[in-house]
């Protein structure tokens, strides 16, 4: 167990649909980093939080939003949902924002939210 | 877009054999991480490099971060079959704070 908690591990739904992805970060850590994992490919970084501000924008579509609550969960909220949104999206969190000399500036993954869209 | 060019993209090999894999960027990078995936789990940190030039050492996986601060390698001695999954490279840059960007993996296969 990374500490970081996703919900829901798989989730199936239609086209045109909206769903919402939620994580909730390790103990302490303030910043909550999105991203998208399409089958066969690396990792893409969608968007980062740090104590309830967006810090960093990557590849992230206007059909997709989230936002960090005062208790530092966050949620991904994808709407209008297309066939190609199909994908595994993994939460990240850390103790800080910026490149650092320790292990507490290092992302640690939740075990991701499986979407299909049919 | 991808900046992390990972090779090689997938290798098999036998049990007991050692295992080389390599990161390059055209950028440089503050901070180098690899990472193993194991099917339908979340990445999971394997060695952390902090200073161009350091070797660092997690059991049978050895990491380096290149002294020109633009590539990294990963090796893994004596392979076991649960050496199995994907692993990635990752970097972090000063200008793009603590987000990661990951190259495309490789994908691991060890046969018995």
């Known amino acids: 167990d990374s500490g970081v908690t996703q919900t829901p591990k798989h989730l199936i739904t239609a086209t045109g649909q909206r769903v919402t992805l939620r994580c909730s970060p390790r103990s302490g850590d303030l910043s909550v980093y999105w991203y998208q994992q399409s089958l066969d490919q690396g990792l893409q970084f969608l968007i980062q939080?740090?104590?309830?501000?967006?810090?960093a924008k990557g590849n992230i579509l206007e059909r997709f939003s989230a936002q960090q609550f005062p208790d530092l969960h966050s949620e991904l909220n994808l709407s209008s949902l297309e066939l190609g949104d199909s994908a595994l999206y993994f939460c990240?969190?850390?103790?800080?924002?910026?490149?650092?000399?320790?292990?507490?500036?290092?992302?640690?993954f939740g075990a991701g939210s499986r979407l299909t869209v049919l | 877009g991808q900046q992390l060019n990972q090779s090689p993209q997938s290798m098999f090999i036998q049990e007991g054999e050692d295992v080389s894999m390599n990161c390059t960027s055209s950028s440089i990078f503050n901070t180098w991480l690899w990472y193993k995936q194991d099917p339908g789990e979340g990445p999971v940190l394997l060695i952390a490099?902090?200073?161009?030039?350091e070797l660092t050492s997690n059991g049978r996986l050895t990491a380096q971060f290149g002294i020109t601060r633009k590539d990294s390698f990963l090796n893994i001695s004596a392979s076991i079959p649960s050496d199995v999954g994907i692993y990635f490279c990752?970097?972090?840059?000063?200008?793009?704070?603590?987000?990661?960007?990951f190259g495309e993996g490789t994908q691991l296969t060890v046969n018995p």
């Open positions: 990240a969190s850390s103790v800080a924002t910026h490149p650092g000399t320790s292990v507490a500036n290092v992302l640690t």
């Open positions: 490099l902090y200073k161009a030039g």
């Open positions: 990752a970097g972090q840059r000063e200008t793009s704070g603590s987000r990661l960007t």
């Open positions: 939080y740090y104590n309830g501000e967006e810090r």
